[in-house]
């Protein structure tokens, strides 16, 4: 018996070893950038026209650079399915005419996970550059709650004397507040993240973490957005279930449970909970998008049902019938804009992520327990999904967002946890080589 090495079967080249110190600002600056543009440089949705499709594809071209620059190969299996599925789609939608706005609606999905799970497969990110991701996150969402604070102060002080909460919804300057509860929701895991994971660091800043912990939440109680509130209700409910110390967890039940003793006997609280923040349970029409969403599918030929319809009629049809630009739950547009396949790709990547998580978890690594918490993170994404329109894979901002904390993070994460360097600083790591033995 001898033993040989070679490099690994699914990787076409390989161009320099797996260092990434920068992984987290590069994936953080596309969702920054955009979402300075978008709500300051561009001054509202009217005003930015074919800039937008410009910028967001700049970005893509700023992330391909920085991955193919890192990348130790391409896996073969994922470049062939994207280059399979980017012909497909280009034979079927080409019937309508592609511009630049269509080509990037259609085909980022397929560039993005060719980035991610193709050319950057072995990236990793490490317990400092996740601890600076997440303090990045606190400190722009910081920024966007103070905002909100000093500018929108009138709704902060009519809070309880409002009537209904349609047209009363904080926003702060952002264009919806499902996207600004997004931000607070996730703002708070990357909050519960660095107490967590970073308690040295987190001495120093401990007064800041609750301070603002305590904004984000009242921000987001503000928004008025069910899906957010509820979306933070499930990530809390898997984290301190699966994830947190049994004192912890106690501690968590206890508080709840006078939070809701409090709304229940408490008329005023009971009130303004039940018919300002849940709306009365009123779906805003939601259903019956639903099944006018379902009822294009399904009148579909063969072909529309498989790739979906050209999605810019139907949005056009929303917006002059119902006043609406999207059928607010991500699984119905994308069976209609991409159909059966659109969805398959992306229940299947969520199915992967999932896998990635579990298989971390059994190995029982330095830092395998955060792979726990990531569980909240899928389970928080699957409420945005099925009571919004962020997709996971998507070029819009909002859904850029969640794939980055619900998919990204996790898988770079858990790699660099298999690799046992979670914990070790990258100029302390020792290149390792991208090998494995085979015994003959």
């Given at each position: ?99 630049l706005s269509k080509i990037l609606y259609y085909f980022f999905p397929f560039l993005f996970v060719l980035l991610i799970f193709g050319v ?205 630009g999207s059928f607010h739950n991500a699984y119905v547009q994308q069976i209609v804009a991409n159909g059966l396949l659109g969805v398959f ?75 046992g360097t979670f914990d070790v600083p990258i100029k302390n790591r020792e290149t390792r080589p991208n090998v494995r033995r085979v015994y003959?």
């Open positions: 018996m001898h033993i040989i090495t070679r490099c690994e079967e699914m990787k076409i080249w390989s161009l320099r070893k797996n260092k990434t110190p920068m992984l987290h600002y590069f994936l953080f600056a596309y969702w920054f950038i955009l979402l300075v543009w978008q709500n300051l440089g561009a001054g509202g949705s009217a005003n930015r026209g074919g800039m937008d499709v410009v910028i967001k594809c700049g970005l893509l071209v700023m992330l391909m650079i920085y991955y193919f620059m890192h990348a130790t190969g391409i896996r073969r299996d994922i470049l062939l399915m994207c280059m399979l599925l980017v012909g497909v789609y280009a034979i079927v939608k080409i019937e309508g005419g592609l511009d950057g497969w072995k990236f990793e990110l490490n317990k400092r550059q996740l601890v600076h991701l997440c303090n990045m996150l606190i400190v722009v969402v910081s920024y966007i709650a103070v905002y909100a604070l000093i500018f929108c102060t009138d709704q902060f002080a009519n809070a309880f004397s409002i009537d209904n909460a349609y047209g009363n919804e904080l926003k702060s300057f952002l264009m919806s507040s499902h996207e600004y509860g997004m931000y607070l929701v996730f703002g708070i895991m990357a909050i519960i993240l660095c107490m967590e994971f970073d308690p040295e660091g987190t001495k120093n800043r401990r007064f800041w973490y609750f301070l603002a912990l305590i904004l984000f939440s009242v921000n987001l109680i503000l928004t008025f957005s069910r899906t957010s509130i509820l979306s933070l209700a499930v990530l809390l409910i898997f984290y301190v279930l699966i994830f947190a110390k049994k004192r912890l967890r106690n501690w968590f039940l206890i508080l709840a449970g006078i939070a809701v003793l409090m709304v229940l006997v408490i008329p005023s609280l009971r009130n303004f909970f039940w018919e300002i923040v849940m709306k009365e349970n009123n779906d805003a029409g939601r259903d019956a998008l639903i099944d006018f969403g379902m009822a294009f599918y399904r009148d579909g030929s063969v072909s529309q049902k498989l790739f979906g319809w050209d999605y810019a009629p139907i949005k056009a049809y929303l917006a002059s019938s119902r006043g609406l790709i992306m229940i299947m990547y969520s199915v992967v992520t999932l896998y990635d998580i579990f298989r971390t978890i059994k190995t029982k690594k330095e830092g395998s327990h955060l792979s726990k918490f990531f569980i909240s993170f899928a389970a928080s994404a699957v409420v945005f999904m099925t009571f919004n329109t962020a997709a996971l894979f998507a070029s819009a901002i909002d859904s850029y967002f969640m794939t980055l904390f619900t998919v990204v993070v996790p898988k770079y994460v858990n790699q660099s946890i298999r690799a003959r």
